[in-house]
């Protein structure tokens, strides 16, 4: 059951005692149908809708404490968690300060790469094209096409960055490289 205050337990309460569903009183007070059960199931077991004391560690950060935490990773998405909560001082552990920026609605995703082009690249790409389009299917036909393999000349250095769903090709979400380091060998 997530953490719901002593006020919105005895709101919930006081709305089922007049009759209204779980249902209505999860859309009215904005939290989930199982909460609401929770909660009027633990006021018949222990008539109490107080918490047992030892059950549970409170937030350590409130709103304002980690809004700058979010702030700090939406501004350099290529950060990690702990170096975020450390520059802001966020006053709970890595893991608290990485579930704050998860409820943000902020994932931490594998970055994709772009090679960066420079226009002379891009240039030499169109020539290239331009010279092979004016040859026929006869041309084509003759051409043999064999395997290669693909070699890369440094580490797999995975990048991670933190960023929203289905923003992966955003310009401040990819990781930009010069080169590929990659060669291909013929076998």
Same mark, same amino acid.
């Given at each position: 059951?997530?953490?719901?205050?002593?006020?919105?337990?005895?709101?919930?309460?006081?709305?089922?005692?007049?009759?209204?569903?779980?249902?209505?009183?999860?859309?009215?007070?904005?939290?989930?149908?199982?909460?609401?059960? *929770?909660?009027?199931?633990? &006021? $018949? %077991?222990?008539? @109490?809708?107080?918490? #047992?004391?030892?059950?549970?560690? +409170?937030?350590?950060?409130?709103?304002?404490?980690?809004?700058?935490?979010?702030?700090?990773?939406?501004?350099?998405?290529?950060?990690?968690?702990?170096?975020?909560?450390?520059?802001?001082?966020?006053?709970? *552990?890595?893991?608290?300060? &990485? $579930? %704050?920026?998860? @409820?943000?609605?902020? #994932?931490?995703?594998?970055?994709? +790469?772009?090679?960066?082009?420079?226009?002379?690249?891009?240039?030499?790409?169109?020539?290239?094209?331009?010279?092979?389009?004016?040859?026929?299917?006869?041309?084509?036909?003759?051409?043999?096409?064999?395997?290669?393999?693909?070699?890369?000349?440094?580490?797999?250095?995975?990048?991670?960055?933190?960023?929203?769903?289905?923003? +992966?090709?955003?310009?401040?979400?990819?990781?930009?490289?010069?080169?590929?380091?990659?060669?291909?060998?013929?076998?």
């Amino acid at each position: 059951m997530p953490a719901v205050s002593l006020i919105y337990k005895a709101r919930v309460i006081a709305l089922v005692e007049s009759g209204m569903s779980y249902g209505q009183v999860a859309v009215a007070m904005g939290i989930p149908k199982s909460t609401i059960y *929770s909660i009027v199931q633990k &006021r $018949r %077991r222990e008539q @109490t809708i107080v918490r #047992r004391p030892g059950s549970g560690e +409170r937030q350590i950060s409130s709103l304002a404490q980690y809004e700058p935490l979010v702030s700090e990773i939406k501004r350099s998405p290529f950060a990690i968690a702990a170096s975020a909560a450390a520059t802001t001082r966020f006053p709970g *552990s890595t893991k608290t300060a &990485r $579930r %704050r920026i998860r @409820t943000a609605g902020i #994932r931490n995703y594998v970055a994709a +790469r772009k090679v960066g082009l420079t226009p002379r690249h891009k240039e030499l790409r169109l020539g290239f094209a331009l010279e092979q389009f004016v040859h026929d299917n006869d041309f084509w036909n003759r051409i043999v096409f064999s395997d290669e393999k693909t070699f890369q000349s440094s580490p797999n250095c995975r990048l991670r960055v933190y960023r929203p769903r289905n923003t +992966r090709y955003e310009p401040q979400y990819v990781q930009e490289e010069d080169r590929s380091r990659r060669f291909s060998v013929n076998m």
